[in-house]
């Protein structure tokens, strides 16, 4: 899926610089990581393949680990009792089916060692945003 895919069936209802979103009906709606790349709120020219199945399954371990935890916005329903089978299997590593809410922004970056402005933060303050 390094070019858009359409999804036919569906309406989109949102295309962010990673994800689409498309309408099932009125409490629900599938979710589609695309292998776009974006650097600084800008889309690169040049896709990267099959990160958006990555992310999915990155997102989805998560997601499945902290929900005794932590509810999300998870349905339970499968790409296939949402969609014809020929669209299904072209999407189904990349799209979840979610329940439609209004969510709490919050980003985050995890690194496995300090970069950029951190760094720098860091070796100026000894701390980072003011955490020691």
């Not at 209802?13 to 990581?33: N, Q, T």
């Not at 990349?94 to 300090?114: M, Q, T």
Request: aromatic share 8%.
């Amino acid at each position: 899926m390094t070019q858009q895919l359409p999804i036919l069936s569906l309406k989109k209802i949102y295309s962010g610089k990673v994800r689409d979103l498309y309408e099932i009906d009125d409490k629900r709606m599938l979710m589609v990581a695309s292998d776009r790349l974006s650097a600084f709120d800008v889309i690169l020219d040049d896709p990267i393949p099959r990160k958006g199945e990555i992310l999915t399954q990155i997102s989805n371990f998560w997601f499945n680990k902290l929900a005794h935890i932590m509810p999300n916005h998870f349905t339970g329903d499968s790409v296939y009792d949402v969609l014809p089978k020929e669209e299904a299997d072209l999407i189904r590593d990349r799209a979840v089916v979610c329940k439609r809410l209004n969510p709490i922004k919050i980003e985050s970056i995890v690194r496995g060692y300090l970069t950029g402005s951190g760094l720098k933060d860091y070796k100026q303050t000894g701390t980072i945003c003011g955490l020691k």
